[in-house]
């Protein structure tokens, strides 16, 4: 039988801190963003997941590397976003608001 590799987590969070460090957070927003030291170490990993989803997002629907690092910080006028830029509504630090924030970024990053 074959084993499957194991997903290494602590590559996957140092990684979604990087990201986030592209859209301007420092390490200690970052990690407070990601839940460090407040959440469960499943919501951590559920969020540093959805950290992930938006960057591949970004990917798919901005060729332009200033865009993709740089859409985070932009105000948009897309109705959920109403004129905030999504760093600004995801910085409730609810993991709620950053899923609905990846699901919106998914659904306009396919079209």
């Not at 969070?13 to 990690?31: E, M, P």
């Not at 332009?64 to 600004?88: C, E, S, V, W």
């Not at 910085?91 to 990053?109: I, M, V």
């Amino acid at each position: 039988m074959i084993k499957q590799p194991q997903c290494d987590e602590e590559a996957v969070f140092d990684s979604a801190i990087k990201l986030l460090a592209t859209w301007g957070l420092s390490r200690d927003v970052a990690l407070w963003m990601l839940g460090w030291g407040r959440c469960s170490k499943s919501e951590v990993s559920r969020r540093t997941l959805l950290v992930q989803d938006v960057g591949l997002s970004l990917s798919r629907l901005f060729d332009n590397p200033k865009n993709i690092q740089g859409f985070m910080n932009m105000p948009n006028d897309n109705p959920y976003f109403a004129g905030r830029t999504p760093l600004q509504v995801i910085s409730d630090g609810e993991l709620q608001t950053l899923e609905k924030c990846a699901e919106r970024l998914k659904a306009l990053s396919l079209g």
